[in-house]
């Protein structure tokens, strides 16, 4: 069988959050996702590091769809840590993605645009199988995500 080849997904969405904010979620309380979005998230804690600095490694757990039960795990690692930029890069390392990808890494980038931020969700995947779905579930999840760090930004304001 032919090695399939790696493939890009870019996904962008302008919130009504400044990007320094924004970042400072992703990048110092992206554990908080299971407070935050508990219908997705079902836990997330740091195995390595410090959670947000290259070579730490996170585990979660989470549901695909709001509709299943079938509770899913990753184990990823940070790869990249670009703060001037408001960039943070991972990689999967174990768990139920990589059953469906030989390869997933994320890239997510937080850009200022007026009062608010445009962020960016870079995707590489390589499938296991040409039969295996595109990663469309998982665009929902960061998308998701954006907004209730959106919202979670709003309901802090003092």
């Given amino acids: 069988m032919?090695?399939?080849p790696p493939q890009v997904i870019d996904v962008e969405s302008e919130i009504d959050c400044p990007a320094d904010k924004m970042y400072d979620l992703f990048k110092?309380?992206?554990t908080q996702l299971p407070t935050l979005f508990p219908e997705?998230?079902?836990s997330a804690e740091v195995l390595q590091g410090d959670g947000k600095s290259v070579g730490s490694v996170r585990h979660w757990t989470y549901l695909i769809h709001h509709s299943s039960d079938?509770?899913?795990e990753v184990t990823e690692k940070i790869t990249e840590?670009?703060?001037e930029n408001r960039s943070l890069t991972f990689s999967a390392m174990e768990g139920d993605v990589l059953k469906t990808y030989k390869r997933f890494h994320g890239k997510v980038t937080v850009t200022p645009k007026g009062t608010g931020s445009v962020v960016k969700w870079?995707?590489?995947f390589e499938k296991?199988?040409?039969d295996d779905p595109h990663p469309d579930s998982y665009l929902e999840i960061v998308q998701g995500a954006n907004k209730k760090f959106e919202q979670h930004h709003f309901n802090n304001i003092n």
């Fill in 40 to 42: 997705i998230f079902k």
């Fill in 128 to 130: 296991a199988n040409e």
């Fill in 81 to 83: 840590v670009d703060d």
């Fill in 28 to 30: 110092n309380h992206l």
């Fill in 122 to 124: 870079h995707i590489i």
């Fill in 70 to 72: 079938e509770v899913l």
């Fill in 2 to 4: 032919a090695e399939l």
